[in-house]
Each structure stands twice: as C-alpha cells, then as structure tokens.
C-alpha cells in the first residue's frame, strides 16, 4: 500500500448533512478496498482563487490515506461524476 493525499473542493451551499454524507462516501471508499485514513481535516469554508462554476468559495477537505491503486481510482471515479464536487486533486506520498 502507498500514502496518499486528496483535497476535494464540495460547493458552498450544501447542507452540513449533505457535507457529512459525501466525507464519509470517500473516507468508506477507501476502507472497503482495505485502505487506512491517517488524517481526514475538514477545513470548512474558504473563498476560492479563480472563480468555478460560478462559485466563488468552497468547501475544503484534506485526506491522507494508505491504500492500494484500486482505492484511488474509484474514488477518483465517484468524484467525477458528483456534481457536489467542484475540485479535487490526488496526490501520491513518496515518504
């Protein structure tokens, strides 16, 4: 398994439930391909850079996690297709 990071951007006008649901989608992504969360940091609501789709600030989430590729992948591929995340960014540890 090799350590990850990802920083998912949800849009601002979610509910908190809506929040939770989709921390907890990812975070049960990787724990059933037999992966392990180190750090999961909810950094809440922050203005963006640039604007995206129109939104001018978003909802920041910051995972590090151990997992094998499949657990990447699949989460990437769900956060494709949910039109609740604006942004996100994989990034593999080399530690």
Known sequence: MRQYEVMYVLRPDL?????K?????????????????????EMGKRRLA???NKFREGYYVLMNF????????????????????IR?????DEK
Not at 67 to 82: P, Q, Y
Not at 88 to 92: D, E, G, K, L, S
């Open 66 to 85: 151990k997992a094998n590729s499949d657990a990447v992948a699949e989460a990437e591929r769900l956060m494709k297709i949910n039109d609740d995340v």
């Open 88 to 92: 996100f960014m994989f990034v593999r």
């Open 21 to 41: 649901s989709n921390v907890a989608r990812y975070s049960d992504v990787v724990t059933n391909y037999g992966g392990e969360i180190t750090k999961l940091q």
């Open 15 to 19: 509910e908190e439930e809506k929040v």
């Open 50 to 52: 640039y604007e995206i």
